[in-house]
């Protein structure tokens, strides 16, 4: 056999082999006929809440079987973009972010494959978020609710400040007002760090710009860069420079630093969302509570974000989606993400289950609700937005840093979040 022939039936056989290989990795049923449908989350946590609801819904379907992967939050958002855009990704996914998905074309309808009615049973805040351009884009999974403050009860008897103290606490930027920093000075001889201050978007930077009054964005640009936001980073950046809350160099390179200190009983307050309440439940070794937070020249002010669960437009089953969709986005798929507190559904009739939880702990999650019953600021959104993220973020690493006067950081992170956002 000459080497031309040999050569050219080797990449035959390569080639038949990679053909093989492709049908069995891509392949949508399983030897019994199922139909395989999967399911991207970013949180191991959730895996068993899902599982059994899904084993549920595949008692029922038993035509279906419904698979997940978990890949982590730090390679979450640009793996997905990557699997969307070579067309590999999961039938179902968590998103957040979703402006860009739904403008290319990537993203199912929901509203065309559950029927408009389906909204009627979900948190009314998650529908508008999941809402552009008159359409659904995911079915609303669970909501964060408000931002509070965790306690560590032992540092504060130590420290000589009463709980109760936290529900009147206010900071502002005149001194003469402020019972804040003094409060968190009080409460430093007690601990490494009294508080969380720091480039954290939901918890921090939200809640701040917002309760001085000021929005992330405005008519479809960023806002921040205005009087409130001066304000409002001014006040937290002062904080870390005081030592009030740890160094930028901690937590600009780890988003878990503030959490893992507060577990560690090094730090008095830690600000925070819902996300944080089973981990704090199972770790934190001493006595702890819930506060509101505090409040500032507008009140207190939180956001409200939401998760949803969207279906890839490129997927080869619709109908199976479809029917899995229907399942996670009604009453009985739904609780399951309540029922061991780890979350709160986004089917308004099922969150019950999760106070219900909590209170059987002894746990009042109540200012998680509460904060949300004044003003919210929105989280910002639309098309680009993910850029903007990526651009704002490195500039306010260095104004925590110390590097860059706050009112040039905002003029610049602004400016720079615009660009990214139109040129994404």
């Known amino acids: 056999m000459r080497d031309s022939t040999r050569a050219l039936l080797g990449i035959v056989v390569v080639a038949v082999l990679l053909a093989a290989a492709a049908l069995w990795l891509g392949r949508d049923t399983e030897a019994g006929g199922r139909t395989v ?17 899904l084993d549920e819904f595949q ?79 995911a079915v609303p999974q669970f909501v964060d609710g408000g931002t509070a403050v965790y306690f560590n009860r032992d540092l504060l008897a130590k ?70 936001g001066r304000d409002a980073f001014g006040y937290t950046v002062g904080l870390v420079a005081d ?17 893992n200190a507060f577990l560690q009983g090094r730090m008095a307050l830690f600000q925070s969302g819902t996300f944080d309440l089973s981990t704090i439940a199972k770790n934190a070794e001493f006595p702890w509570g819930i506060a509101m937070i505090p409040a500032g020249p507008a009140g207190r002010v939180s956001t409200d974000n939401a998760i949803g669960v969207a279906g ?11 029917r899995v969709l229907a399942w996670l986005g009604g009453a009985a798929g739904n609780r399951y993400l309540g029922l061991d507190g780890a979350t709160i559904p986004a089917v308004v009739s099922e969150q019950q289950v999760y106070r219900d939880y909590w209170a059987r702990q002894g746990v009042d999650v109540s200012p998680f609700f509460d904060v949300l019953r004044g003003a919210t600021i929105a989280a910002g959104g639309g098309s680009g937005f993910p850029a903007a993220l990526q651009a704002i973020t490195p500039i306010f690493d260095e104004m925590y840093l110390g590097r860059i006067p706050v009112a040039e950081a905002l ?11 139109t040129q994404r």
């Open 159 to 228: 420290a000589g400040v009463d709980p109760g103290e936290l529900a009147t606490a206010r900071w502002s930027p005149d001194a003469g007002r402020d019972t804040f920093r003094p409060l968190l000075r009080r409460l430093a001889p007690a601990s490494a760090w009294p508080y969380n201050a720091a480039n954290d978007f939901q918890s921090i930077t939200l809640p701040y710009l917002g309760s001085a009054g000021g929005q992330l964005q405005r008519d479809g640009r960023f806002a921040f860069d205005s009087a409130p």
């Open 37 to 53: 449908v999967r399911l991207r989350i970013w949180d191991q946590s959730f895996v068993s809440a899902y599982r059994a609801s």
């Open 312 to 322: 890839n437009a490129a997927t080869a089953h619709p109908e199976a989606v479809r």
């Open 59 to 137: 008692r029922a379907n038993p035509d279906l079987e419904v698979r997940i992967t978990v890949v982590p939050w730090a390679s979450y958002a640009q793996k997905l973009r990557l699997d969307v855009a070579g067309g590999i990704a999961d039938d179902l996914f968590w998103t957040n972010l979703y402006e860009d998905y739904a403008d290319s074309g990537h993203l199912l309808d929901i509203g065309a494959a559950l029927g408009s009615d389906a909204t009627r049973a979900w948190d009314p805040a998650v529908v508008a978020q999941y809402t552009r351009a008159g359409r659904l884009w």
């Open 243 to 259: 030592g009030l809350s740890p160094g930028a160099a901690d937590t600009n390179t780890s988003g878990d630093f503030a959490k």
């Open 411 to 421: 003029a610049r992170a602004q400016r720079e979040a615009d660009t990214a956002a």
